[in-house]
């Protein structure tokens, strides 16, 4: 039915989180139909109104509307129209629960008995919804209070403690985890929660974790392990967390944290890695040592610092530093194209790559990409050097390529989207 007219809801906060595990939770405003006072459609939608705003004499006109019709508002929502409900199906308690309105969560899960563990399009709840929207403490507590399930997750394996770990909320992960919230719980796009956590550098809800026996070896379809993902938020914090727990720090091979931490200068994370015994002699792909990759990517302190506790080489004239980063120079670095067209087809020679793993869908390109060498797999993260100035910057929508494996799997697609709150 097409409205006459129509009462548009009032912008939710603007302030929501997104994330980069869920799609945004698009909170539009129904359009509420006037000229229709008895239809079903029409109480649905002032009543998903105001939920969202927290609108709690009107909800509780609304519902007492559908209750003498006979319906309930469990039973109303779904046999809506999409046009009301949108194509995500979303019901009034997780736009209530997205917009922090505990009050009307507990009129609408107590008076109107509203399943509080129903789900959306996505397999998403209410309280997956609570986490990922406005992050309300007191509505997340009263949702788990009225048997909100903390491991139902959606449909591709997002839990709300995977949520609580990216945004780093160390309050929300707390109470999830002391309502018997699974520690270890896979997504699809994201691996276990320590990995996400570990990826966007929240020491301390990683510490939380690890205190409930996180598994800090655990390798995930996404990433290779918690210690090669925090290399991505270039947390030393985290990467000491890691190993004081008791993380192999040579996991991964061929493409082992201390490789991958070479390839982009990170000198900082080199040195915790060799100071907890990390071999700098485990080659990647190719055959090549971390010294040789940081050599080639032009990183010279790296060099210096690998340089001490690195076997020499047998092919090379000059075991230097400067030797070494000379011979390790690409034939792209020189100025004799004869000599760049004589080595086009050496297999370390860095292919044509997008300018960031976004270009060609992030982990799918990882797990594309794991024939090209080691050079383009580093390129593909699209992490920089490890500046003093910006050590501390954050690296958004990377993913770690797998360890390889022999098995032929499908590329594992990122799921990203804009603001929470359109």
Request: hydrophobic share 40%; glycine share 8%; with cysteine.
């Amino acid at each position: 039915m097409a409205p006459s007219r129509s009462r548009a809801a009032s912008d939710p906060a603007s302030s929501g989180w997104s994330s980069s595990l869920r799609p945004p939770l698009d909170l539009k405003p129904a359009l509420v139909p006037e000229d229709a006072d008895d239809d079903d459609d029409r109480a649905v939608a002032e009543l998903l109104v105001a939920a969202l705003e927290g609108d709690l004499s009107r909800a509780k006109k609304l519902a007492k509307e559908l209750s003498k019709a006979g319906v309930g508002v469990d039973e109303a929502v779904a046999a809506a129209d999409v046009g009301v409900t949108g194509i995500k199906r979303r019901g009034p308690l997780h736009l209530a629960a997205a917009n922090g309105k505990a009050e009307m969560c507990k009129f609408l899960i107590r008076s109107c008995e509203v399943d509080v563990n129903a789900t959306d399009a996505d397999g998403a709840t209410a309280l997956t919804f609570a986490v990922q929207g406005m992050g309300s403490i007191a509505t997340i507590r009263l949702l788990l209070s009225c048997g909100a399930d903390p491991n139902k997750t959606d449909s591709i394996g997002v839990a709300p403690l995977h949520i609580a770990a990216e945004r780093g909320s160390y309050e929300i992960a707390e109470l999830l985890l002391s309502k018997e919230a699974e520690v270890d719980p896979i997504c699809e796009n994201g691996g276990a929660p320590i990995h996400v956590s570990a990826e966007n550098g929240h020491g301390k809800v990683l510490k939380l974790l690890l205190q409930h026996k996180a598994d800090y070896d655990r390798h995930s379809r996404s990433f290779s392990t918690p210690l090669a993902a925090s290399l991505i938020s270039r947390s030393v914090d985290c990467l000491e967390m890691l190993i004081e727990a008791g993380a192999d720090v040579n996991a991964g091979s061929p493409l082992t944290p201390l490789v991958i931490a070479a390839g982009k200068g990170l000198t900082d994370c080199i040195k915790c890695l060799l100071k907890a015994d990390a071999d700098a002699n485990i080659p990647d792909e190719n055959g090549k040592l971390p010294i040789q990759i940081a050599a080639r990517q032009g990183w010279k302190e790296c060099v210096e610092i690998l340089f001490p506790v690195t076997t020499p080489v047998a092919d090379y004239e000059d075991w230097s530093i400067d030797g070494i980063i000379q011979h390790e120079k690409t034939p792209l670095d020189s100025d004799d194209k004869e000599n760049a067209g004589s080595n086009a087809n050496n297999k370390d020679t860095l292919p044509d790559l997008p300018k960031s793993s976004s270009d060609k869908g992030t982990a799918s390109t990882m797990e594309e990409g794991t024939g090209k060498g080691i050079e383009s797999l580093l390129s593909d993260l699209n992490l920089g050097p490890e500046d003093p100035a910006d050590k501390a910057s954050r690296v958004k929508g990377a993913r770690l390529p797998l360890r390889r494996s022999t098995r032929e799997r499908q590329p594992n697609v990122r799921i990203s989207g804009p603001e929470w709150v359109r």
